[in-house]
């Protein structure tokens, strides 16, 4: 039977900000100062973070990108610090931080192109974390003048690269915050064959104005992918978290007809949920929150 919004596995999945603490404050205090939009790995007895920082538009926006590591899963010590000036990007976005089956780590890094609204995917590859090089960058989603390509979510199983992918139509300025998820498989993990869109939002609901999905896990043969979703272009960088499900990575459905997961506090934020598989059975969720002050910082929950 498919998935639906009643399925009690989804409880240990979603987040319950009561029961989260505060893993990166953000720097300053107030609108447009984030510290969030995670991506995680266990490895070798510890916890892998990515992380992007954001300052308000005008002041740099997103200006780094941190990579750090945890015994515990909620304290963490820094190892690199990726900026944008390194990456030759008006911004960056978030990352997606994969380890390899040979064992080397990549940094799938969402930059922004100066001086427009077109967004595209670059790598840095290494064999620890600490070590990524911005100079030995490439570009593995480019994009197209139409398209601007970012946040990807990138799983490896049964010897396939599976990836999700934010994408934004650039024909009009003022339209390019609507976004839709496009799916993708590799072989390698760096050259990518496009299969059309998986998640889209519904006209007229909570995420009509635009679905993206920030973290997939495999249930069996089914799909369960968890997205951000807005009503409308105001709720930009306010997105609530939703959940999707299907028998095909390339083909999700929205569950429900109201977010699955908010902020209680003005704009309603909670974004770009990661979820950790660790030993015994249990997960780590990873979301950026909106405060009350508006500034947004990273939560960690242990389930």
């Not at 670059?122 to 030995?136: G, I, W, Y």
């Not at 369960?224 to 979703?229: I, Q």
């Not at 499900?245 to 770009?272: I, M, N, Q, T």
Request: charged content about 25%; overall charge negative; proline content about 7%.
């Amino acid at each position: 039977m498919l998935i639906d919004e009643n399925d009690p596995r989804l409880a240990a999945l979603l987040p319950a900000p009561g029961r989260s603490v505060v893993a990166v404050a953000p720097a300053v205090a107030g609108d447009g100062h984030w510290a969030g939009a995670p991506s995680a790995v266990a490895a070798d007895g510890l916890i892998y973070l990515a992380y992007r920082l954001r300052r308000p538009l005008g002041q740099g926006r997103g200006h780094a990108i941190v990579v750090a590591r945890s015994v515990c899963g909620e304290v963490f010590e820094t190892v690199a610090t990726i900026t944008s000036e390194e990456m030759d990007t008006e911004s960056l976005e978030r990352p997606a931080l994969v380890r390899t089956p040979e064992g080397r780590w990549r940094l799938y890094l969402s930059c922004a192109t100066h001086g427009t609204k077109h967004w595209r995917v670059e790598v840095l590859e290494a064999d620890d974390p600490a070590t990524f090089d911005p100079r030995l960058r490439r570009t593995v989603l480019p994009g197209d003048p139409k398209t601007g390509v970012k946040d990807p979510v990138i799983l490896r199983r049964g010897g396939v690269w599976h990836l999700w992918a934010s994408c934004h139509p650039l024909a009009r300025p003022d339209e390019a915050d609507q976004m839709v998820t496009d799916y993708a498989t590799s072989a390698d993990g760096l050259k990518w064959t496009w299969h059309g869109t998986a998640l889209s939002g519904r006209p007229g609901g909570w995420d009509g104005r635009g679905a993206r999905v920030t973290a997939v896990r495999f249930v069996g043969e089914q799909v369960l992918a968890f997205y951000d979703g807005r009503a409308s272009a105001a709720e930009n960088y306010e997105e609530r978290t939703g959940v999707a499900a299907g028998s095909d990575p390339a083909e999700l459905a929205p569950l429900g007809a109201a977010p699955a997961a908010v902020s209680p506090h003005r704009g309603g934020g909670l974004r770009y949920l990661d979820i950790v598989e660790l030993p015994a059975d249990r997960v780590r969720l990873y979301y950026e929150y909106t405060r009350d002050d508006g500034a947004h910082e990273l939560r960690t929950e242990l389930r």
